[in-house]
T-cell receptor, first 111, second 115 residues
Framework: DAKTTQPPSMDCAEGRAANLPCNHSTISGNEYVYWYRQIHSQGPQYIIHGLKNNETNEMASLIITEDRKSSTLILPHATLRDTAVYYCIVSARSGNTPLVFGKGTRLSVIA | DSGVTQTPKHLITATGQRVTLRCSPRSGDLSVYWYQQSLDQGLQFLIQYYNGEERAKGNILERFSAQQFPDLHSELNLSSLELGDSALYFC??????????????FGSGTQLSVL
């Protein structure tokens, strides 16, 4: 079973920041937080991941709370093409543990 | 383009039949994963191979089997097909098996329709 909790859906105005929350209160010290998204029926796409520190790349920023029990994915300037299901996943860093996808958050970016 | 290639893109078959889905991982990736996505079940992990050996097993039915060949491509065999097997089947690959925060790259999937 997925070890994360996400809101089922969110709306965001085009051009505004989209902040997607994720609760992972049972995360252990050796587990990463991953974010993936799936646009319509395409294959899921990697966005970002982190262990303790906040991370930023060309797609998004990941803010992890100090106790690591929750995180927020930030899309700084959402576009219509960011409409997708966003999955927050925790996974052990030791490898050979497959990523378990929950139901994710369906983000709708509105013009 | 993720670099993971899946064929065929679409497959229509009848109940009771057997089909084979094929996946070529990204160049250099040793680990291959299969996922099934149906409308009511979401994205479900089926099985993982690493360098030809099975490494992890999820909710894969006994009617389903998979293997990874020496050239690292993988095949998922589905037999005695039922209507409920209709789904999107995704293959994904990673370099060594998600060690230390590796990324998982997904193919574009095979849409299986069992009539």
């Amino acid at each position: 079973d997925a070890k994360t909790t996400q809101p089922p859906s969110m709306d965001c105005a085009e051009g505004r920041a989209a902040n997607l929350p994720c609760n992972h209160s049972t995360i252990s010290g050796n587990e990463y937080v991953y974010w993936y998204r799936q646009i319509h029926s395409q294959g899921p796409q990697y966005i970002i991941h982190g262990l303790k520190n906040n991370e930023t790349n060309e797609m998004a920023s990941l803010i992890i709370t100090e106790d690591r029990k929750s995180s927020t994915l930030i899309l700084p300037h959402a576009t219509l093409r960011d409409t997708a299901v966003y999955y927050c996943i925790v996974s052990a860093r030791s490898g050979n543990t497959p990523l378990v996808f929950g139901k994710g958050t369906r983000l709708s970016v509105i013009a | 383009d993720s670099g993971v290639t899946q064929t065929p893109k679409h497959l229509i078959t009848a109940t009771g039949q057997r089909v084979t889905l094929r996946c070529s991982p990204r160049s250099g990736d040793l680990s291959v994963y299969w996922y099934q996505q149906s409308l009511d079940q979401g994205l479900q992990f089926l099985i993982q191979y690493y360098n030809g050996e099975e490494r992890a097993k999820g909710n894969i039915l006994e009617r389903f089997s998979a293997q990874q060949f020496p050239d690292l491509h993988s095949e998922l065999n589905l037999s005695s097909l039922e209507l409920g097997d209709s789904a999107l089947y995704f293959c994904a690959s990673s370099a060594r098996g998600l060690l230390k925060g590796e990324k998982l790259f997904f193919g574009s999937g095979t849409q299986l329709s069992v009539l």
